[in-house]
C-alpha cells in the first residue's frame, strides 16, 4: 500500500514539475544536490531563519507544502508567511528546539529527485531533560530556473486517533 501512495504522489508531483528539473545530469549529481538541500533547509530551520529556509523553496505559486499542522500551504508566499508564523509560535517551534534528519533516502525518477526518511524535533524543558517528536517526511526536488529547490515538501506526525464514536440515525 505504501508503494502505492508513493507512486501516486510521485505521479502527481513529476507532472507538476514537468519541464522544471535540469537535463542532462547524472542521477549521482542530483542525489547530491538533494543532499545538500536538505542540510541546507535543516541549517534554516535550526536558526529560525525565514529568508533561508525559503530560499530552499520553488518560488512560485504552485510550490505545494503539506505540513504537520494544516492541510496544505500553496504557493511560495504562503509558505513563507507560514515560516514565520511557526518560528515566532512557540507552540509550533519552542524556543531552542532542533531539527536533525535520521534517515534520509533518494531515488532519481526523470528530472526530480524524491526524498523520504524521518526527522527528529529535540524540545528542552525547563527541568534540563528534552521531549523528542519523531517525525516523517517526503519531498520532491527540481531544477526549475536553475536552481535545486523543493517543490513539494509533505511532514508528517504519527499519532493515534481519538475512538471512533458511532453515528446516530
Given at each position: 500500500m505504501r508503494y502505492v501512495v508513493l507512486c501516486a504522489v510521485l505521479f502527481v508531483v513529476v507532472g507538476i514539475a514537468g519541464g522544471v528539473a535540469s537535463v542532462g545530469e547524472k542521477p549521482e549529481q542530483m542525489i547530491a544536490a538533494a543532499k545538500a538541500?536538505?542540510?541546507q533547509y535543516v541549517e534554516a530551520v535550526n536558526k529560525r531563519d525565514v529568508?533561508?529556509?525559503?530560499?530552499?523553496?520553488?518560488?512560485?505559486?504552485?510550490?505545494?507544502?503539506?505540513p504537520p499542522d494544516v492541510l496544505e500551504v500553496r504557493g511560495w508566499e504562503a509558505e513563507k508567511a507560514a515560516w514565520a508564523k511557526a518560528f515566532a509560535d512557540v507552540n509550533l517551534m519552542p524556543p531552542g528546539a532542533t531539527v536533525a534528519v535520521t534517515e534520509t533516502n533518494y531515488k532519481v525518477a526523470g528530472?526530480?529527485?524524491?526524498?523520504?526518511?524521518?526527522?527528529?524535533?529535540?524540545?528542552?524543558l525547563p527541568?534540563?531533560?528534552?521531549?523528542?517528536?519523531?517525525?516523517?517526511?517526503?519531498?520532491?526536488?527540481?531544477?526549475?530556473?536553475?536552481?535545486?529547490?523543493y517543490?513539494?515538501?509533505?511532514l508528517s506526525v504519527p499519532f493515534t486517533p481519538p475512538?471512533?464514536?458511532p453515528s446516530k440515525p
Open positions: 538541500l536538505d542540510r529568508d533561508a529556509a525559503m530560499a530552499t523553496c520553488w518560488n512560485s505559486p504552485d510550490f505545494l507544502d503539506y528530472n526530480v529527485v524524491i526524498g523520504w526518511g524521518k526527522y527528529r524535533m529535540k524540545i528542552p527541568n534540563g531533560e528534552s521531549m523528542v517528536q519523531d517525525g516523517r517526511y517526503t519531498n520532491v526536488v527540481a531544477k526549475p530556473d536553475g536552481k535545486w529547490v517543490i513539494f515538501v509533505h475512538p471512533m464514536s
